[in-house]
């Protein structure tokens, strides 16, 4: 499952950065763009309540490392989008995502994404560094070890890009578990 944030959400500092971070996208429609992404891995018996859903959250915050670790997504904050993946892909993915757990953040390419001089996460291994990332490039690199995207994808893009990208084929989520859901017809 993905998760976004938008920059209007009251889990977001004020801050100069997050006010960048929307600044840079923007929606046709005027709603406020996606600034932060995840990748939330939900095994069958995932911990979910009325108003949240917990996982295996990776993704990485400013200045931070990649952390890969157990989190509780509000659904009221946050946007889910559910991809279709098989088991290998699902270990693909989380293989990947346990790899790069503590890599640092890719500040130059945060900045930088848009240019065609932004540095990728790999373009600090040639400094004998581990690659660096910042939180749509770690999901979209988990999702291409996965082979959930294809290679030719940009690994640097901005979070509400990325959203874009995966609507038409992803499925709106809002993380309930459908195990507990009882019909009945009168």
């Known amino acids: 499952m993905l998760c976004f944030v938008r920059s209007d959400s009251d889990i977001l500092e004020a801050s100069w950065l997050n006010r960048a971070a929307s600044s840079l996208a923007h929606n046709e429609d005027g709603s406020a763009p996606f600034i932060h992404s995840e990748l939330l891995f939900c095994p069958p018996g995932a911990s979910s309540g009325k108003d949240s859903v917990a996982g295996l959250a990776c993704s990485i915050v400013y200045g931070g490392a990649v952390h890969l670790e157990t989190k509780r997504f509000s659904r009221k ?11 290998g892909q699902y270990n693909e993915m989380m293989s990947f995502c346990q790899a790069v757990k503590g890599n640092g953040f890719n500040h130059m390419g945060y900045f930088l994404y848009w240019s065609p001089i932004s540095p990728s996460p790999m373009s600090y291994t040639y400094l004998g560094l581990a690659p660096r990332y910042f939180c ?3 999901v979209i690199a988990a999702l291409k070890a996965g082979a959930i ?17 995966v609507k038409e084929n992803s499925m709106a989520n809002c993380a309930r578990s459908m195990n507990s859901l009882t019909l009945s017809f009168v």
């Open 77 to 87: 904050e946050w946007f889910f989008r559910s991809m279709n993946c098989s088991k």
């Open 136 to 138: 749509s490039e770690v």
């Open 149 to 165: 995207l294809d290679e030719s994808v940009s690994t640097s893009m901005h979070p509400n890009e990325l959203y874009k990208l």
